[in-house]
Nanobody, 114 residues
Framework: VQLQASGGGLVQAGGSLRLSCAAS????????MGWYRQAPGKQRELVAL???????TYIDSVRGRFTISRDDAKNTVDLQMNSLKPEDTANYYC?????????WGQGTLVTVSS
């Protein structure tokens, strides 16, 4: 399975973006999918998780602003990001959880200006 993230861009603080992750194969057998991000000069961190039963988990800094969803029929995982802040600036990736090295793609860059 290859995972391709898209939807990033430049947005002003307070704005919204919707990221999408398209899988080349079926994700239905993957119990937990997630979105991760890596800001310049920082380590990659987990942002949000979703199970194939619909259970969702968020890190504290995005809870209430971001919403993760998955569509196993379309093999996609989306991340709706609202009320964006400059500290959300990062390259965003999707992967399973725990992440598989082979599934890291190029990511999609989100830049939030103040």
């Amino acid at each position: 399975v290859q995972l391709q993230a898209s939807g990033g861009g430049l947005v002003q603080a307070g704005g919204s973006l919707r990221l999408s992750c398209a899988a080349s194969g079926s994700i239905g057998s993957i119990p937990i999918m997630g979105w991760y991000r890596q800001a310049p000069g920082k380590q990659r961190e987990l942002v949000a998780l979703i199970s194939n039963l619909g259970s969702k988990t968020y890190i504290d800094s995005v809870r209430g602003r971001f919403t993760i969803s998955r569509d196993d029929a379309k093999n996609t995982v989306d991340l709706q990001m609202n009320s964006l802040k400059p500290e959300d600036t990062a390259n965003y990736y999707c992967n399973q959880n725990p992440p598989a090295r082979a599934y890291w793609g190029q990511g999609t860059l989100v830049t939030v200006s103040s």
